[in-house]
């Protein structure tokens, strides 16, 4: 028998590990040997997008996506003010409600390839484990999903729903370390979307859907938690440009709210008026463990970051559903962070900008409603 001829690579940049993705054997995707954040190396990627969706992209992805939900293929509405054309990409008509169904959709197509394992672990505040618990359910794989006591009750009870099984956790970290846990003692795959590669993989393609809907926009504000989006877009956006079919990149814009803002932290130091709230509950990442690479992002596309506080979320949250865009309060913060930067944008010369609206508010609706009728966060 000849030896497989491999093209997809898992790559440790800081130690040199490689090895084929489908012969690595992963419960974890990051590096066996030194343990940082791996990256992945496809030697024949191509561009020819055929077909509708996530699929119509798999000549440029390391995994060949396995049964599809028809993710992707979102539409990107535009809006033209004095200042700017506005496109909003509505990644919260993804499935299950939110960009994390193109992350998931590759993740789980890796276990079925690669492991014996039938069991999916992941950690949480909502969003991911809903995906996760649903492409679980389809491929008939059990899931255990670790969310933190304030995830929003909503998002829970739809995790039960799909029949995985939640475990609470204090805090967010907390997830992690029992995520990490049941790792050490159970045959399972832990999905780690908050460094997965496998993940990032599935999220470049709405850099490529971006493109061939309305080309190379100048800018593009996404919201920042652990960074996947961010780095989706940039990789999916990079490979294009090194491909030569584009021939520049937009300018990224990561938005944290004064809850959690580890990377404005990182780029201009310390803040002096942190808040206390859960309001923007998918961007409570405290360590995002590819920081690093998300400052060379912005570096590279001489982006910025941009901090946004509650009243601003709520305010940008009811601008949103004046639209009809019905949206949940961590995709807010990119329109609320719009708002503040209309003269920077202009000063990068900045004239077509994209904002990702990541997660449905269908999911937290009892929510929402009390904040936009009366004004909780
Ligand atoms: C609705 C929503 N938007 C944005 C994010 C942040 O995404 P990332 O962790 O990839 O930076 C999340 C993460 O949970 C989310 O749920
Ligand atoms: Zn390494």
Known sequence: MPAPQYVSFFVCKKCGYTESIYSAKLKRIICPRCGSPLSIEKRDRE???????????????????????????TPAVSEENSSFKIVYKLEYLNPTGS????????????????????HILEDSSGNAGISVATYARLYRYKATIIVPKHAPIGKKKFIKMLGAEVVEAPTRDDATKIALDILNRKNC??????????????????????????????????????????????????????????????HLVA????????????????????????????????????????VDALQATNGFVVLVNSSEIIHALKELLDKGFIVEPTSATVYAAFSK?????????????????????????????????????
Not at 271 to 292: F, M, Q, W
Request: glycine share 10%; aromatic share 10%; net charge neutral.
């Open 47 to 73: 561009w020819h997008p055929r077909g509708y969706g996530l699929i119509r992209y798999v000549s440029m992805l390391a995994i060949k996506p396995r049964r599809s939900l028809g993710e992707g293929s």
């Open 255 to 294: 938005v944290q709210s004064t809850a959690n803002p580890p990377l404005y932290e990182r780029i201009y130091g310390s803040i002096h008026s942190y808040e206390n709230s859960t309001l923007a509950d998918g961007l409570l990442v405290k360590n995002p463990p590819r920081i690093e690479e998300a």
């Open 99 to 118: 960009f994390k169904d193109r992350g998931a959709l590759t993740a789980l197509s890796y276990v079925a390839e690669s492991l014996s394992t039938r």
């Open 189 to 250: 795959f832990y999905v780690d979307h908050l460094s997965n590669p496998l993940f990032i993989e599935g999220i470049k393609t709405i850099a490529y859907e971006l493109y061939e809907q309305i080309g190379v926009p100048d800018a593009i504000l996404v919201p920042f938690g652990s960074g996947g989006l961010l780095l989706g877009i940039y990789y999916g956006f990079k490979e294009l440009l090194d491909l030569k079919i584009i021939d520049k990149i937009p």
């Open 341 to 377: 930067i209309h003269d920077k944008l202009r000063d990068k010369g900045c004239k077509e900008v994209v904002i990702i609206l990541t997660g449905s508010g269908l999911k937290m609706i009892d929510y929402i409603a009390s904040i936009v009728t009366i004004g909780i966060s």
